[in-house]
């Protein structure tokens, strides 16, 4: 590809596949389409988790991909991210046939 193509290369892998992607080294940034479980799961009561479960759950991959992008030498970008309006989004983003009403997920 270099030879036809000037500008930055990536490569775009899943959020739990791009630990195993085995040629990092031949693009210059770190794709990911980055659906991540936020939450590990709902709260038994139905209740929005508060705010500060979602901080530290974003946290919390936001040091794994950064460890990582250190590891192999190059930045991370996200190249897809989003969450469905389900109340199962912050466990399941991924699934895009949830439905459901979940604004106030949404916006956290």
């Known amino acids: 590809m270099r030879e036809v193509?000037?500008?930055?290369?990536?490569?775009?892998?899943?959020w739990d596949a791009?630990?195993?992607?085995?040629?990092?080294d031949a693009v210059d940034w770190v794709g990911i389409q980055a659906y991540f479980p936020v939450l590990d799961e709902a709260p038994a009561n139905g209740e929005?988790?508060?705010q500060s479960a979602f901080d530290d759950g974003w946290r919390d991959i936001?040091?794994?991909?950064?460890?990582?992008s250190v590891r192999v030498?190059?930045?991370v970008v996200f190249t897809e991210a989003g969450y469905n309006n389900s109340p199962t989004a912050p466990y399941q983003p991924?699934?895009?046939?949830?439905?459901?009403?979940a604004e106030e997920l949404q916006i956290r």
Do not use: S
């Open 62 to 68: 936001m040091r794994r991909v950064a460890d990582f």
């Open 48 to 50: 929005v988790p508060p």
């Open 73 to 75: 030498g190059k930045p």
């Open 5 to 14: 193509y000037a500008g930055p290369l990536t490569y775009a892998a899943n």
């Open 18 to 24: 791009y630990e195993r992607v085995g040629f990092w």
């Open 94 to 101: 991924w699934d895009w046939r949830a439905r459901g009403d």
